[in-house]
């Protein structure tokens, strides 16, 4: 039987292989403590018959069966070790096809809470206004409290053309966000790429957003590009990219750092570690710097450290997500499995990042215009009033240009100005006051803004470092 790896932040299929051919009873004496096991083993089924042939109503045995895998693996505190029946396991495998159907982000489990690691770009999770870090509290009106990872993605999956409704709290605010979004077709194009002119040079520019079956490929074809086009320097940019297939980083980092150092290390439990290392002997001619945020995640980590370590080549922009472990489904013969937590990925100087992350080179963050949040219009805003909306509302007037005036909720003349001001740009009546249509207007307007190259700070401080490099 030969079981693949999971390195995502939700687990995708790494790039090696663990052939278990062993015995069932190998495995148990491999464990330690054979006669404590038998023991403990023999005190869970006296356990399962007790509670099985005298509860005082009938009990479904496949339920109790799954009840006390269920509690092993709670006790192991691991966020990413869940157990998976058959339709779960099912549903599961399907998410890591090359297309699946959904809003287009992908989530975590963080100390118990549902988190958003990163929306995919140009996804309806991105254009509806989700962010990393934001924490899941509701689904369709249902809490999450209580949910395994498993649970609240496939809640989120759905058919293209229907809508889920997320309610979420997110740093910064008091009150939560409630945001609809329809579901779409999310298609894995993985790699972008172009020459940006910057101080009279050619910095190459590819974007990965995920990890996917043909990313590596794609990032071949895009480097060799670039390099006939005469590039004097490669940005790669990792921000909101959450992961995906570590043979896929295999092969780019082989394509990018030398055989000096392993580019990654995956220890076992006993300590022992496996090193993967590039063949290259040599360092490409150009200088090559990568753009990273708190939405990289697992892979996108990996191929960070590589470069930082063992290609001493400089990151920009904030620290990512920290996903330092590697999980295994496992199959339990009856369609079910328990993905488990394994081993630990290391750094090519042998650091854990697990919930620390990775340090940029330059720290730079982004402008206001990358912290706004959807405006919640319940009733239309006007001049005197005063809630957080209101300061929500003009939070996004200043970082768009338009002068608000106050900025603590108060609904002022000028803030009314302001609006009059954006809503006569944007072609909408100017009576300045916000309607739902303003909001959305303005919410669009901060999108289209976020994805204009010049506004982005991190990305311009890259280009300014690659270029004088």
Do not use: C
């Amino acid at each position: 039987m030969v079981i693949s790896l999971l390195v995502g932040a939700i687990g995708s299929y790494a790039g090696f292989q663990l052939k278990l051919n062993i015995s069932q009873t190998k495995q148990l004496e491999e464990m330690g403590g054979s006669q404590q096991l038998a023991s403990d083993l023999e005190k869970m089924n006296a356990a399962y018959q007790l509670i099985y042939k005298n509860y005082v109503e009938e009990v479904d045995a496949h339920k109790l069966t799954e009840g006390a895998i269920q509690g092993m693996l709670t006790t192991l505190n691991d966020d990413y070790s869940v157990y998976m029946d058959e339709s779960t396991a099912k549903q599961f495998s399907e998410t890591l096809d090359s297309s699946f159907e959904g809003i287009g982000a992908e989530v975590s489990l963080v100390d118990g809470k549902i988190i958003i690691v990163s929306p995919v770009k140009n996804s309806p999770a991105e254009q509806a206004g989700l962010k990393p870090n934001d924490q899941i509290i509701k689904i369709d009106d249902e809490s999450v409290e209580g949910f395994n990872l498993l649970q609240a993605t496939l809640k989120i999956k759905g058919k293209k053309g229907t809508k889920v409704k997320l309610t979420i709290m997110r740093e910064g605010l008091q009150n939560p966000l409630e945001i609809e979004i329809v579901r779409a077709e999310i298609p894995h194009i993985t790699v972008n790429s172009e020459v940006i002119m910057h101080d009279n040079e050619k910095v190459g520019y590819v974007e990965i957003t995920s990890f996917a079956t043909d990313t590596a490929k794609e990032f071949k074809i895009a480097l060799k590009d670039l390099e006939e086009q005469g590039m004097d320097s490669l940005l790669i940019d990792v921000r909101n990219n959450p992961g995906g297939l570590l043979k896929v980083v295999d092969e780019i980092l082989e394509e990018l750092v030398t055989k000096d150092k392993p580019y990654v290390q995956i220890e076992q439990r006993n300590g022992e570690r496996m090193m993967n290392f590039s063949p290259l002997e040599e360092k490409k001619s150009y200088p090559i710097g990568v753009l990273i945020d708190k939405g990289s995640a697992s892979a996108s980590e990996i191929l960070a450290a590589a470069l930082k370590e063992a290609g001493d080549y400089p990151l920009i922009g904030t620290q990512t997500f920290g996903k330092g472990t590697v999980q295994q489904p496992v199959p339990m013969g009856d369609g079910s499995n328990i993905k488990l937590t394994l081993y630990k990925w290391l750094t090519p100087d042998g650091n854990w990042i697990h919930k620390k992350g990775v340090a940029p080179t330059y720290e730079v963050k982004q402008s206001e215009l990358y912290e706004t949040h959807p405006i919640q219009v319940e009733k239309t805003l006007k001049t005197d009033m005063n809630n957080d909306q209101v300061k929500n509302a003009q939070f996004i007037l200043k970082s768009l240009g338009y002068a608000p005036g106050r900025e603590d909720g108060y609904y002022s003349a000028a803030t009314a100005t302001a609006v009059r001001a954006f809503q006569h740009a944007a072609g909408l009546t100017a009576n300045g006051q916000i309607d739902e249509k303003t909001a959305e207007s303005l919410e669009k307007e901060v999108i289209k803004q976020r994805n204009n190259q010049d506004n982005d700070m991190q990305l311009q401080t890259g280009l300014r470092i690659m270029a004088n490099q």
